[in-house]
């Protein structure tokens, strides 16, 4: 962890001696030094890490890398109290702009002097740290991958005691094994590769070696191998493990391995092993890989002959492990899940209670376990360990009650615990430096929170976490980093877009339990809760992050001040005004505000001050204004105002030129329910000068022929929102999208529901628009729609279309989502053979005049979802629904009784034809304007 804190330091420090050349000469020379010396000093640090992530790191030694943090964050303080500094020089031109830059070079002289000397001062404690160094036994040598150096199981791998685990204390794998079994001995005679995946402690090397030691399995094959991988490893040690092993299962000849594997190279350990396994039917197990490179080369040493069957099982964390194994002829991939609740609960009860009434819960400790069960989160071996903790303790309320609320600290400190914790942190810790700040932020979050992914990639970005690549975006980039801790198991996907791109994210209650141990090591975050109510330093170091959640007001009070570069609020009562005075006028450094659900209702005028920072985001507040003083915010990339009550920004908005998400539209209440409530912002000339802007969502379009002039400068849009267009207006609309080319998402609303939406100028459309939302009336439809091939979601709202929408849109290759809301005015809807090939979602709703929509068998082949309704004049369901086989989820809004009567099991008409339909239901609104569901089944 001391290697991400220094990483972080010198890729902020490297730039900036890069880019601010009105350094004075000595402080520059002094910060070139230090760069130099931590550099010395990472290798060492990443040995540190390995150790400690092992255990190995005795109490001297963790002084020394808490030292080495310490001094990291005082360079970044020193940093950015420079960077401030610099901030408050006059910008005055002409005779008085050089008198003022002389007062100001006056005053500013003692200032420098002061950073200076702070920072030789640093100078002199690193070269003491790296002075030290050779003390502790740090290898300056970086580890590159696995097949150089590293160590077999020791007798302390928490992975031993799963491969001796009795059948009576396995539960919840009966399925998964019965498949895993017939996917060993049954299938393709080539050999055949078989991942299992999951996060640590979910049972995966219970799973294998139950599999493993099946006498099914062991009497198919010849050949059997175990072989634990882990992270480090020496392929050539793993090849003579798997030579003994063979050779030990010879029944016939009592022949030995020989002697000489010890002193075989690679590519003689590759020639025996094939030599050996020629003509034989084996199976060998690979347990635990990380490496991506691992198949690729030890699948050189096991034969793959036609007609034997062989198998190769890999149980690993990392999805792109698994990936990496597809070429293989014979391949599948079981991705094991966490255990359903009732599961849990039974092992849970066997480990807790196995002494006591007889395996079952006392009644007195039934919630407070189950509280435990959930916490667990389905995970086998944190339901085992902590079951087996409580076991030993009296069967107390008060006891477990007290057992419950230190879960967290339970696992820092008790020693029973030390196994669970080191399965669960070995992803973290081989993750590189970059994500392992990026996994942090997710301690940030309250528990069984669902984190929106790109809030979580802004927060990223406006930390500046996020690694430029050569033609990708910021934002590309993050997403990229995101699939992968998805990939590597450490965080779990919640809800997903139809796409399949992730829109919601969480990680496991106890991953964010060893998350928090970590941010206290690291000094990262500190939580005010009502559990948590004191704001503290953190091993020494003071805090990066104040997250607070719930917290008692008096507490808020009385912070006076901090270093803390991001503020978070999550489910807070009340933001005492004394606390946010505090906090815009003494917390100079922040970077990140996030008051999203906060009480918030006025922001002061303070906020200028905050030079440093990036991410401010009121959404969801009952702020109602913007100070001025918001454009001295020059460094701020994210500004979100979304569903708060500020319908117009400053003139000042338009000089942030680092700008790159600006998310301002508003919900007004006095509109009419079952109306859009959505309300573009007012915004004024010249934010054309936003040149850095990608999301611009809602504005409002009546607001003058510049506003058009100034879209057409903002060339690097991605989303674009757009309400209350005039008619004369859509020409100009129109030219500014066509010099947006990469345009991803549109969103446009006319004027009133009877106002032209003239969008049919467009003769060159954006090429990468995935989601088009048109709100409006259309007096034909815009041809210009039916060019966009990575179209995927298109909703149409009061289009009251004459001529049918279909036809345009049938042959779309990527469409996924279409909806037709008061869009068209015709009586028939036909979907025609080899339409909407890749539709999923289809929803046609207040559709006045239609009578008959008709399905023809192969359109739609892949529709889940069909929403309908109010449509008063269709009588019946649409005629030929019955070739629709994936679809899953068919409701009905507003329709007449008679329609509904129609399905009735048995009695109904049409019965027969929605009966494979798994859900069908009928929403009815009642007078308060409320839905009742009911269900049909």
């Not at 690291?522 to 953190?538: H, Q």
């Not at 008096?554 to 505090?582: C, D, M, Q």
Request: charged letters at 25%; one cysteine or more.
């Amino acid at each position: 962890m001391a290697e991400t804190a220094v990483n972080f330091v010198i890729d902020k420090l490297v730039p900036l001696l890069q880019e601010e050349a009105k350094l004075l000469g000595s402080v520059s020379r002094e910060a070139n030094s230090i760069t130099a010396e931590l550099q010395v000093i990472k290798p060492f640090l990443k040995d540190a890490d390995e150790k400690a992530a092992r255990g190995e790191l005795d109490e001297v030694a963790k002084a020394w890398v808490k030292q080495v943090r310490q001094v990291s964050h005082q360079i970044e303080d020193v940093i950015d109290e420079y960077m401030l500094h610099l901030a408050k020089r006059p910008q005055r031109r002409g005779f008085i702009g050089f008198f003022y830059k002389v007062c100001h070079l006056i005053r500013k002289l003692k200032p420098r002097h002061d950073i200076a000397s702070e920072i030789q001062g640093i100078k002199g404690t690193i070269c003491e740290i790296k002075e030290r160094v050779n003390t502790f036994g740090f290898s300056s040598i970086h580890q590159q991958g696995s097949t150089s150096s590293g160590k077999n199981i020791t007798w302390n791998d928490p992975r031993v005691a799963s491969l001796f685990i009795e059948e009576a204390e396995v539960v919840g794998i009966e399925s998964p094994r019965n498949e895993l079994i017939s996917w060993l001995v049954e299938g393709s005679p080539k050999r055949g590769v078989i991942s299992v995946v999951g996060m640590g402690g979910i049972g995966k090397t219970t799973l294998v070696k139950k599999v493993y030691d099946n006498p099914i399995v062991t009497a198919h094959f010849n050949y059997h191998a175990w072989i634990s991988v882990s992270q480090t490893y020496k392929m050539e040690e793993l090849m003579k493990i798997m030579i003994k092993q063979f050779y030990e299962e010879e029944k016939e000849q009592k022949e030995s391995a020989p002697e000489d594997i010890e002193k075989m190279d690679v590519m003689s350990l590759i020639k025996k092993l094939r030599d050996y396994l020629g003509g034989k039917r084996y199976v060998v197990v690979f347990d635990d890989v990380w490496d991506l490179e691992f198949w690729a080369f030890i699948k050189n040493a096991l034969p793959d002959q036609a007609d034997k069957g062989s198998r190769v099982v890999i149980t690993t964390r990392s999805d792109a492990v698994a990936d990496s194994c597809k070429e293989s002829p014979f391949y599948h991939v079981h991705k094991l899940q966490p255990l359903p609740p009732d599961m849990a609960w039974d092992l849970f009860c066997k480990k807790a209670f196995k002494t006591d009434s007889g395996g079952g819960c006392p009644p007195e400790l039934t919630d407070l376990s189950w509280n435990i069960v959930n916490r667990c989160g389905g995970l086998p071996l944190a339901l085992v360990t902590i079951g087996g903790v409580l076991s030993t303790k009296e069967k107390v309320t008060q006891q477990w009650q007290t057992f419950l609320l230190s879960l967290g600290s339970e696992l820092g400190s008790n020693p029973r615990f030390t196994g669970i914790k080191r399965v669960l942190s070995l992803s973290y810790f081989d993750l590189p430096y970059h994500l392992k700040l990026c996994y942090l932020y997710f301690g940030i979050f309250p528990e069984d929170f669902s984190i929106n992914c790109v809030r979580l990639i802004r927060l990223w970005i406006a930390e500046g976490l996020v690694q430029r690549k050569a033609g990708k975006t910021l934002e590309e980039v993050a997403e990229e980093y995101l699939t992968e801790l998805i990939y590597r198991s450490l965080v779990q996907v919640s809800e997903v877009n139809v796409d399949g791109k992730v829109r919601h994210c969480r990680v496991h209650d106890l991953m964010r339990e060893i998350i928090l141990l970590i941010s206290k090591n690291l000094g990262f975050c500190n939580i005010l809760s009502k559990d948590n109510p004191g704001f503290e330093s953190l091993e020494g170091l003071e805090t990066r992050c104040l997250s607070i959640h719930n917290s008692d007001d008096k507490v808020l009070e009385s912070i006076t001040g901090s270093r803390s570069r991001l503020v978070f609020s999550f489910n807070a009562n009340e933001l005492p005004e004394s606390f946010v005075g505090i906090l815009f006028s003494n917390f100079k450094l922040l970077k990140t505000l996030d008051f999203e659900n906060a009480p918030l209702r006025c922001l002061p005028e303070e906020v200028g001050n905050l030079f440093h920072l990036k991410y401010l985001s009121l959404r969801d507040t009952k702020t109602e204004v913007l100070p001025q003083s918001i454009g001295r915010l020059q460094n701020l990339l994210t500004l979100d105002l979304k569903r708060s009550l500020v319908s117009e920004l400053p003139v000042e908005i338009n000089r942030l030129h680092k700008l790159r998400h600006l998310l301002v539209y508003y919900v007004d209440e006095k509109i009419e329910s079952g109306v859009d409530r959505q309300q573009g912002v007012k915004i004024h000339e010249g934010f054309g000068r936003l040149e850095a802007l990608q999301k611009l969502y809602f504005v409002e379009a009546n607001r003058g022929p510049w506003l058009f002039e100034d879209l057409r400068k903002l060339t690097q849009l991605r989303k674009l929102g757009i309400k209350k267009l005039k008619s004369e207006d859509g020409k100009a609309l129109c030219t500014a999208i066509e010099k947006m080319n990469h345009l991803e998402s549109l969103d446009v609303s006319s004027l009133s529901r009877d106002e032209i939406l003239d969008l049919q100028h467009i003769s060159c459309a954006p090429r990468y628009l995935r989601r088009l939302y048109l709100q409006g009336r259309l007096e034909k439809f815009p041809v210009w729609i039916s060019t966009l091939e990575n179209l995927v979601r298109v909703r149409f709202y009061w289009s009251r279309l004459t001529e049918d929408p279909l036809p345009f849109l049938q042959g779309l290759p990527s469409l996924l989502e279409l909806g037709l809301t008061d869009a068209y005015d015709g009586e028939v809807l036909h979907f025609r053979e080899g339409g909407f090939q890749k539709l999923k979602v289809l929803v046609l709703l207040s559709l006045n005049a239609l009578n008959s929509v008709i399905i023809d068998n192969g359109a739609l082949p892949l529709l889940q979802q069909l929403y309908i309704g109010p449509t008063p004049q269709l009588k019946e369901v649409p005629s030929g629904i019955q070739h629709l086989r994936k679809l899953t989820n068919l409701t009905f809004y507003d329709m007449t009784y008679e329609f509904a009567l129609t399905m009735l099991p048995e009695e109904g008409q049409d019965y027969k034809v929605v009966e494979h339909i798994p859900k069908v239901h009928f929403l009815v609104r009642n007078e308060s304007g409320q839905y009742h569901t009911y269900y049909l089944r």
